[in-house]
C-alpha cells in the first residue's frame, strides 16, 4: 500500500514538475500491479495541465496520456487476474 | 472460494469502469464549462511548478549543484572571504542577472505592447511542447497571442489563458510544421524532437548558416536562424537546420504581445 501511495504522489508531483516519462513510468507500474484508477487520472492531470483546450487538430490535442492511463488499467487486467489472484 | 474471486472480480471491473465513466465526465465537465477544468490544472500545475523553479534556481545561484573541483575552488576562496559579504556577492549577482534579463525585455516593450512575464515551468515537463508562463488573464494575456524571447525572436503562441497563467505552444515543437522563408526563399520548417526544425530546399537556393529565418504566420517577425545546410551532390534538395538562438527551456523571462501578429 506504501509503494502504491508513494507511487501516486511521485507521479502527480512528475506530472508538475518533472519530464513527462515520469508520470508515464509511475502509470505503468501502478497498473501493472494494481488496478489503480489514480493511474487514470494521472493521464488525465497530464493532458489537463499541458494541454490547450483547442479543438483536436493534430496529434498535439489528442489526450494521450489519458488514454494511455485507460488502456493500462484495463489492458493489464488480465495479467494482473492471472497472476495476482 | 470461487464466491470471493467473483466478488473480487466485480469489484475490480466496477472500479475500473467508475475510472472510466470519472474520466468522460471530466472530459464532459471542461468541454461544457469552456475549459475550466484546464484552467484549474494549469494554475495548480503552474503554482506547483513555478515554486520548484524558483527554489531550484535558487539553489543553483547559491552554487548548490557546482562540480566538486569548483566547489574546492570556491571553498580555498571562501578561507579567504568573510562569509557575510560572501552571501551578500551571491544574493547581488542573482538579482544582476534576473535585472539583465528583465532590461533586455525594456526595449522590447518600448517598441511593442506587451507584457514581460516569467517562465514558470520546465520545458521538459510537457510532452506536447508546451510550457506554462506566469500570467494569465488578470494581466491581460490574449488567446493567441505571440511570445517572444528577448532577443526578438518568436518562441511560440498562447493557446490557453488561466487567471494568472497561460499555456503557450511552442512554435518549433516535435511534428509542427511552419511556412517560412530563408531570406526571400520559401520553405517549410518541421519541428524536432530537439527543439529545433529542419526543411527540404532545392540545392539551387543559396543558404548560409545564420541566415535568419522569419515566418508570415507571426507577422513577418523572425522565428530562428539558420544552424547548418547539409547537401549531398547526389540530392537535389538541401536539409536546412533552423534553431532558436537561445534554448527555450533556459528561458527565465518571455515577452507575451497585446496583439495576435
Given at each position: 500500500?506504501?509503494?502504491?501511495?508513494?507511487?501516486?504522489?511521485?507521479?502527480?508531483?512528475?506530472?508538475?514538475?518533472?519530464?513527462?516519462?515520469?508520470?508515464?513510468?509511475?502509470?505503468?507500474?501502478?497498473?501493472?500491479?494494481?488496478?489503480?484508477?489514480?493511474?487514470?487520472?494521472?493521464?488525465?492531470?497530464?493532458?489537463?495541465?499541458?494541454?490547450?483546450?483547442?479543438?483536436?487538430?493534430?496529434?498535439?490535442?489528442?489526450?494521450?496520456?489519458?488514454?494511455?492511463?485507460?488502456?493500462?488499467?484495463?489492458?493489464?487486467?488480465?495479467?494482473?487476474?492471472?497472476?495476482?489472484? | 472460494?470461487?464466491?470471493?474471486?467473483?466478488?473480487?472480480?466485480?469489484?475490480?471491473?466496477?472500479?475500473?469502469?467508475?475510472?472510466?465513466?470519472?474520466?468522460?465526465?471530466?472530459?464532459?465537465?471542461?468541454?461544457?464549462?469552456?475549459?475550466?477544468?484546464?484552467?484549474?490544472?494549469?494554475?495548480?500545475?503552474?503554482?506547483?511548478?513555478?515554486?520548484?523553479?524558483?527554489?531550484f534556481q535558487a539553489l543553483?545561484?547559491?552554487?548548490?549543484?557546482?562540480?566538486?573541483?569548483?566547489?574546492?575552488?570556491?571553498?580555498?576562496?571562501?578561507?579567504?572571504?568573510?562569509?557575510?559579504?560572501?552571501?551578500?556577492?551571491?544574493?547581488?549577482?542573482?538579482?544582476?542577472?534576473?535585472?539583465?534579463?528583465?532590461?533586455?525585455?525594456?526595449?522590447?516593450?518600448?517598441?511593442?505592447?506587451?507584457?514581460?512575464?516569467?517562465?514558470?515551468?520546465?520545458?521538459?515537463?510537457?510532452?506536447?511542447?508546451?510550457?506554462?508562463?506566469?500570467?494569465?488573464?488578470?494581466?491581460?494575456?490574449?488567446?493567441?497571442?505571440?511570445?517572444?524571447?528577448?532577443?526578438?525572436?518568436?518562441?511560440?503562441?498562447?493557446?490557453?489563458?488561466?487567471?494568472h497563467t497561460s499555456l503557450?505552444?511552442?512554435?518549433?515543437?516535435?511534428?509542427?510544421?511552419?511556412?517560412?522563408?530563408?531570406?526571400?526563399?520559401?520553405?517549410?520548417?518541421?519541428?524536432?524532437?530537439?527543439?529545433?526544425?529542419?526543411?527540404?530546399?532545392?540545392?539551387?537556393?543559396?543558404?548560409?548558416?545564420?541566415?535568419?529565418?522569419?515566418?508570415?504566420?507571426?507577422?513577418?517577425?523572425?522565428?530562428?536562424?539558420?544552424?547548418?545546410?547539409?547537401?549531398?551532390?547526389?540530392?537535389?534538395?538541401?536539409?536546412?537546420?533552423?534553431?532558436?538562438?537561445?534554448?527555450?527551456?533556459?528561458?527565465?523571462?518571455?515577452?507575451?504581445?497585446?496583439?495576435?501578429?
Open positions: 500500500m506504501y509503494v502504491r501511495i508513494i507511487l501516486g504522489f511521485i507521479g502527480f508531483l512528475g506530472v508538475m514538475t518533472g519530464p513527462w516519462w515520469v508520470p508515464l513510468t509511475c502509470m505503468v507500474l501502478l497498473c501493472i500491479r494494481w488496478s489503480a484508477p489514480e493511474a487514470v487520472l494521472m493521464g488525465l492531470f497530464l493532458d489537463l495541465s499541458w494541454q490547450g483546450s483547442m479543438a483536436a487538430t493534430s496529434w498535439h490535442t489528442w489526450p494521450i496520456f489519458t488514454a494511455l492511463g485507460l488502456v493500462f488499467l484495463w489492458g493489464l487486467e488480465p495479467l494482473r487476474r492471472r497472476f495476482l489472484f | 472460494m470461487m464466491n470471493l474471486y467473483r466478488r473480487t472480480n466485480s469489484g475490480t471491473k466496477r472500479r475500473l469502469v467508475m475510472a472510466t465513466l470519472l474520466v468522460a465526465v471530466l472530459f464532459a465537465i471542461d468541454l461544457l464549462s469552456g475549459g475550466k477544468v484546464h484552467s484549474l490544472a494549469q494554475n495548480i500545475t503552474g503554482d506547483v511548478s513555478g515554486t520548484t523553479v524558483r527554489v543553483k545561484d547559491s552554487g548548490f549543484f557546482r562540480t566538486r573541483a569548483s566547489l574546492a575552488a570556491q571553498n580555498q576562496d571562501l578561507q579567504t572571504t568573510i562569509a557575510r559579504y560572501q552571501a551578500q556577492a551571491d544574493a547581488y549577482k542573482a538579482l544582476k542577472e534576473e535585472n539583465d534579463q528583465l532590461s533586455l525585455f525594456a526595449h522590447l516593450a518600448q517598441d511593442n505592447s506587451g507584457t514581460t512575464t516569467p517562465v514558470v515551468s520546465s520545458s521538459h515537463s510537457s510532452p506536447y511542447g508546451t510550457f506554462l508562463i506566469g500570467a494569465g488573464a488578470t494581466e491581460n494575456i490574449k488567446h493567441n497571442a505571440l511570445v517572444l524571447s528577448d532577443d526578438r525572436f518568436v518562441v511560440g503562441r498562447v493557446i490557453d489563458v488561466s487567471i503557450v505552444s511552442q512554435l518549433l515543437s516535435p511534428d509542427k510544421s511552419i511556412d517560412a522563408l530563408i531570406g526571400k526563399s520559401p520553405a517549410t520548417f518541421v519541428g524536432t524532437a530537439s527543439g529545433n526544425a529542419k526543411a527540404q530546399v532545392p540545392r539551387d537556393i543559396k543558404v548560409a548558416v545564420g541566415d535568419v529565418v522569419t515566418s508570415g504566420s507571426v507577422g513577418g517577425r523572425p522565428i530562428g536562424i539558420v544552424g547548418k545546410v547539409v547537401s549531398q551532390s547526389s540530392d537535389a534538395y538541401s536539409t536546412v537546420y533552423m534553431r532558436l538562438p537561445q534554448n527555450v527551456s533556459a528561458m527565465r523571462f518571455v515577452f507575451v504581445l497585446a496583439s495576435t501578429q
